[in-house]
């Protein structure tokens, strides 16, 4: 699968992104999705995932509560609605995939999954 992230901006701090990424194949359904981000002289990190099924959603601690992974499969599109930006949210967000279900706690890790997107860019201002 290939994917492609978009939906970055410049936004004030309060404010709101959508970041959608597009997914060609005919299998995305079979897909667990998750988000990660990575800022300026920092690791990449977890941010949100979702599995296969939809039925389960996972997040890390920062962005818990304000930020909403979903899945579309019609669309073949995972999307990041994120709400209440904070200025330490500024980074360059990716989207990632991999086939099937996650093992247990696996979902924020890099290693799992094995496929990526470029990124896109979120900026924050104060």
């Known amino acids: 699968v290939q994917l492609q992230a978009s939906g970055g901006g410049l936004v004030q701090a309060g404010g709101s992104l959508r970041l959608s990424c597009a997914a060609s194949?005919?299998?995305?359904?079979?897909?667990?999705l998750g988000w990660f981000r990575q800022s300026q002289g920092k690791e990449r990190e977890f941010v949100a995932a979702?599995?296969?099924?939809?039925?389960?959603?996972y997040y890390s601690t920062p962005v818990k509560g304000r930020f909403t992974i979903s899945k579309d499969n019609s669309r073949k599109a995972v999307f990041l609605q994120m709400n209440n930006l904070k200025p330490e949210d500024t980074a360059v967000y990716y989207c990632?995939?991999?086939?099937?279900?996650?093992?247990?706690?696996?979902?924020?890790?890099?290693?799992?999954?094995?496929?990526w997107g470029q990124g896109t860019q979120v900026t924050v201002s104060s």
């Open positions: 990632a995939a991999i086939l099937g279900d996650f093992y247990d706690g696996t979902w924020s890790q890099q290693g799992t999954y094995d496929y």
């Open positions: 194949g005919r299998t995305f359904s079979s897909y667990s």
């Open positions: 979702i599995t296969w099924a939809r039925d389960k959603t």
